[in-house]
């Protein structure tokens, strides 16, 4: 049984072994695709300003000092320029809604794969196949602990740390979301405190470094960084804690024989 730096300095040691690949992963679906999304939405937006006339009412406005309030600048652009402006941002959210979830697949078969370098073709393509199984997995979850939460926050806790391992269990043991969540149930049922408790350590050593991320004028730039290191990490650092249980589980039943 690993104690819990011991899963922290070999998820850290894999990360870098792994980090070729990780940054790929992060470039492509992530970095790239975030700056061409923000440079087209401000291409559209200054095209959107000029065919709708809305430019000429804002810089109306310009002489009106920081008292302007937002209703006169909605007035000025019109109702035209809103619709547009509320669908780019529509797409621009789903969008990175989309190729976040192919990362966090991604992660995890980098994770579970034995070789520390890949293409980054290779990898999306292996990806492909779980999108929808993964957002099916994921509303499922999220419908069900909403309801837990509604009765009492307790159960909802309780059945979130019982479902931790269970995107794991789909991608990579190939099992439908019944079975992922019947497994990682199974998997956790007698080590849930140990679960919670690497659960919330984990997450206060990374809560305190994200406040770096607030700094003003870069923050933006530092949570893409922030994204490129934890986010990798943390698929790492539960994958080598479900792995270290199914071998402590196995123990556990052999002793019993």
């Known amino acids: 049984m690993k104690g819990f730096g011991q899963l922290f300095v070999e998820s850290w040691k894999e990360f870098f072994a792994k980090i070729l690949i990780i940054f790929k992963v992060w470039a492509f679906l992530l970095l790239i695709p975030s700056v061409v ?14 065919v709708t006339g809305a430019g ?6 310009t002489g009106l000092g920081t008292e302007t309030s937002l209703t006169n600048i909605w007035q000025a652009l019109g109702f035209r320029f809103l619709i547009p402006l509320i669908s780019l ?3 621009f959210i789903i969008a990175i809604i989309v190729l976040s979830i192919f990362m966090g697949i991604s992660y995890i078969n980098i994770g579970f794969s034995k070789k520390k370098e890949q293409s980054f073709r290779k990898v999306f393509n292996q990806a492909k196949p779980y999108f ?16 837990l939460f509604l009765l009492f926050m307790v159960p909802g806790i309780i059945f979130m740390v019982y479902w931790i391992f269970s995107f794991y269990i789909l991608i990579i043991e190939k099992k439908g979301i019944r ?7 199974a998997v956790v049922r007698g080590r849930w405190w140990r679960v919670f408790g690497y659960g919330l350590l984990l997450s206060l050593i990374i809560g305190a470094a994200s406040f770096i991320q607030f700094i003003p004028f870069i923050g933006a730039i530092i949570s893409l960084a922030m994204n490129f290191f934890f986010t990798p990490f943390i698929i790492l650092f539960f994958k080598n804690f479900y792995l270290d249980l ?5 123990n556990v039943k052999k002793k019993k024989r």
């Open 246 to 250: 199914l071998v402590t589980k196995g």
């Open 37 to 50: 999304l923000a440079f087209i939405f401000i291409v559209l937006f200054v095209i959107i300003l000029s």
């Open 89 to 91: 941002g529509v797409i």
């Open 56 to 61: 000429a009412g804002l810089v109306g406005l």
């Open 132 to 147: 929808w199984k993964y957002v099916g997995l994921f509303f499922v979850q999220m419908l069900a602990l909403f309801g």
């Open 179 to 185: 079975g992922s969540l019947r497994k990682s149930k």
